[in-house]
């Protein structure tokens, strides 16, 4: 039971801009480590990119679960966990970090703010909810989640436009390294199961 | 060949590797599918070890026609010293985990002298972590534990100190090992303290080839292999005393609570009650430990596990045993309570008081089960309470 990343983004109109994420590699190998925190963050930028506003989804990968909410205000929260996270604690994570994000930062600065920002807390919740227990303290959010809205998604190629391919978008991503590239190819033969994608 | 001078310099290259660092603790294969410079394929940071995909086929077809032509006898490889052997072996398994023939050949040379037991099991640890299947890797543990084993028996016939007692004996007698756990649970003192545990890395040896099988669980899921071999060492080495098997029961606890989708986990849990279900007597005269006490605990854990994460099969297989486990307990205690061929009211008595009990055990699951509590809302949970009431049925017509 593990969660890997959460992310904030801000889904504009023309563009998705990252404002803060926090990840959890320690459960794959030294050398992949890079490389799978790449396929995250491009991960959330495809799925913000295809979410519509005011929606929410969670979508299934392999062994890997992408949760996201778009809030009609355009904040977009991310969690990318295995398949044994319980959805509603992933999504009322998510819940709980835009509202904090929301109080911190002021909302002009979503659309054009990068990586700069400090969110600090972050990655103490990324810990914190390893264990889904620790959710009972969130169980006044939690009841208002309903989960019958929650969109289902077999694999994320589901989420693509028509004729968009996965293998494609990887090749012409300008966001990803050579060596994050290659190993996406290796994984993909060998079928493996240490890739997001 | 070409492919024959670079694979000797690759083999040659990994030896340096480890010669450098004797703490290789993880090693993988870097996706870089052609040799982009003249440097070595190596890379070795903080302990870990990459090599380059273009050089593994290389180095892996190399050293294992090396070591097939040295098995074979074949002039050029007639003799390879033990030194050469060993690093071969070590290509080829880093790479094929499973090539019994590299193994064996490793046995030989432990056999020999030439390799130490403990260097061979922290060289599978390694093989491991890429590979945390292998059956064979698992297989030439148990080897090499039992190697161990009976060195140390070996070791310990001139220094015994209690006359009479054989070997066996002392073997059998390992329930006095301390190992760390609730203050509540000291078990009392034996009196015939076995030499066994006077070995000074006897129990460390034991404790790291737990630790070996539960990372090899956490890098695969349902890694049946890892726990298998977690249950041979119980059995093995540890003659499955309550003192161990209890501690285990508490330790892998966590564990599962953090895998709940792993049945392999679950199954690991069901052999360690069933260690305690047949020793239930000692355990509650030597321990003062209640078997019934522990299974009930048991189904309050899995019930919470159900409760809090809904739609996993493995927490509903794993209530199968545990409800069973308690039908059973209960069906024993009325099998030793009365007699079956004695009349008397008192008997009779007893007799409905226990098929009472019995009826009321089920009554009370079947009503857990189908209250809305536990199954929640969801759906997929909901058909797997279904498929348990159902099983609860033709269980219970038996």
Redesign the interface.
């Known amino acids: 039971m593990k969660l890997y990343c959460i992310a904030v983004l801000h889904k504009g109109e023309t563009k998705v801009n990252s404002l803060a994420s926090a990840h959890e590699l320690s459960p794959f190998g030294y050398f992949q480590r890079s490389s799978v925190k790449e396929f995250m963050d491009f991960t959330c930028q495809i799925v913000a990119e295809r979410t519509m506003v005011g929606s929410r989804a969670s979508m299934k990968e392999k062994e890997y679960i992408c949760h996201v909410y778009v809030r009609s205000d355009c904040l977009t929260g991310l969690v990318i966990a295995d398949h044994e996270y319980p959805q509603r604690v992933a999504h009322t994570l998510i819940n709980k970090v835009l509202e904090e994000f929301t109080g911190k930062v002021p909302k002009s600065q979503w659309p054009t703010a990068n990586q700069r920002i400090v969110y600090g807390e972050l990655a103490g919740y990324l810990q914190k909810y390893q264990d889904p227990k620790q959710a009972d303290s969130m169980t006044k959010i939690q009841s208002e989640l309903d989960e019958t809205k929650i969109i289902l998604y077999d694999t994320i190629e589901k989420i693509l436009e028509r004729g968009e391919k996965l293998e494609d978008m990887v090749d012409n991503s300008d966001r990803l390294s050579m060596h994050a590239k290659a190993f996406f190819q290796v994984a993909r033969k060998t079928n493996s199961c240490c890739v997001i994608l | 060949m070409a492919n024959d001078s670079r694979g000797c310099r690759l083999l040659s290259d990994l030896n340096s590797a480890f010669r450098r660092d004797p703490e290789i603790d ?1 090693y ?1 294969f ?4 052609e040799p982009k410079h003249n440097r070595s394929p190596l ?1 070795l ?2 302990h ?1 070890l ?1 090599i380059e ?1 273009w050089s593994v086929k290389i180095l892996f077809q190399y050293a294992y026609n090396q070591l097939i032509s040295w098995r074979n006898n074949s002039p050029p490889t007639k003799f390879l010293d033990p030194t050469e052997l060993c690093s071969l072996t070590r290509a080829i398994l880093l790479v094929n985990a499973d090539c019994s023939t590299a193994w064996n050949t490793r046995k030989e040379l432990v056999d020999n002298g030439d390799l130490s037991v403990t260097e061979d099991l922290k060289f599978g640890g390694l093989v491991l972590k890429k590979h945390p299947k292998s059956p064979e890797t698992f297989s030439h543990r148990k080897w090499l534990l039992h190697r161990f084993i009976d060195n140390c028996l070996a070791s310990s016939i001139g220094s015994n100190t209690s006359s009479g007692s054989n070997a066996c004996d002392r073997f059998v007698n390992m329930e006095a090992i301390d190992l760390n756990m609730d203050a509540s649970f000291n078990g009392p003192n034996f009196d015939n303290a076995p030499d066994l545990i006077n070995q000074p890395d006897y129990n460390e040896l034991m404790r790291k080839e737990m630790n070996v099988c539960k990372n090899a669980a956490d890098n695969h ?1 349902c890694n049946y292999n890892a726990w298998s071999h977690r249950i041979w060492v119980l059995q093995h080495c540890f003659n499955c005393s309550l003192q161990v098997v209890y501690g285990e029961l508490h330790s892998t606890e966590g564990w599962v609570t ?4 792993d049945h392999s986990g679950f199954h690991y849990r069901q052999f360690l009650l069933k260690c305690l279900s047949q020793q239930a007597e000692k355990l509650s005269e030597q321990f003062l430990l209640n078997y019934r006490n522990i299974v009930q605990k048991e189904m309050y854990l899995i019930t919470d596990l159900i409760k ?2 809904p739609g ?1 099969e493995a927490l509903w297989y794993h209530r199968r045993y545990v409800f069973q486990s308690l039908c059973e307990s209960c069906d024993k205690i009325a099998m030793e309570t009365i007699q079956p061929c004695e009349k008397s009211q008192e008997n009779q008595q007893k007799k409905t008081k226990l098929e009472n009990e019995r009826q009321v055990l089920l009554m009370k699951e079947v009503d857990s089960v189908s209250n809305g509590d536990l199954t929640g809302r969801e759906k997929y949970n909901q058909q797997l309470a279904q498929k348990y009431l159902d099983w609860i049925q033709k269980y219970c017509r038996r």
């Open positions: 993880e993988d870097l996706p870089v599918p890379v940071q903080e870990k990459g995909s899921p953090k895998h709940i989708s809090s994460y996993h």
